[in-house]
C-alpha cells in the first residue's frame, strides 16, 4: 500500500470572535479555509504551526488539520473540520447568516 503523503494546514479560533480561522501564506488569518496555506512538508507545517502559536494575540488553540487540495485551494477532510467551517451551530450568525441554506 502506497504511503499518502498529508497535506496540512494551520488552523485557530479568532481570539476577539471566536470564529474558526486558518493561517495564510503571509502570515495572517482568514475565515476562509481555500485562502489558507497548505503543505505536504511536515517541517514547514510545524514551522507554520510555531508561527501560529506566536500570534496569541490574534488566535488561540492553533493546530494542524488535514485537508485535500481542491479546484479553489484547500478543503476540510475531516468533520470537525467540515463543521469548523461552517461557523457557529447554535444559531444562523456569522458564516451561516452568509450562506444559503446555512
Request: no cysteine; charged share 25%; proline share 6%.
Amino acid at each position: 500500500m502506497k504511503n499518502r503523503q498529508k497535506i496540512m494546514v494551520v488552523t485557530a479560533n479568532d481570539l476577539l470572535m471566536g470564529d474558526a480561522v486558518w493561517l495564510t501564506i503571509d502570515d495572517g488569518w482568514t475565515r476562509d479555509i481555500a485562502k489558507a496555506e497548505a503543505t505536504q512538508e511536515e517541517a514547514q507545517a510545524q514551522v507554520r504551526l510555531l508561527i501560529a502559536r506566536s500570534q496569541s494575540h490574534a488566535v488561540i488553540g492553533p493546530y494542524l488539520a488535514e485537508v485535500r487540495l481542491g479546484p479553489d485551494g484547500p478543503e476540510p477532510l475531516h468533520f470537525r473540520e467540515i463543521f469548523r467551517t461552517r461557523g457557529p451551530s447554535n444559531y444562523a450568525h456569522g458564516k451561516q447568516e452568509i450562506r444559503p441554506g446555512g
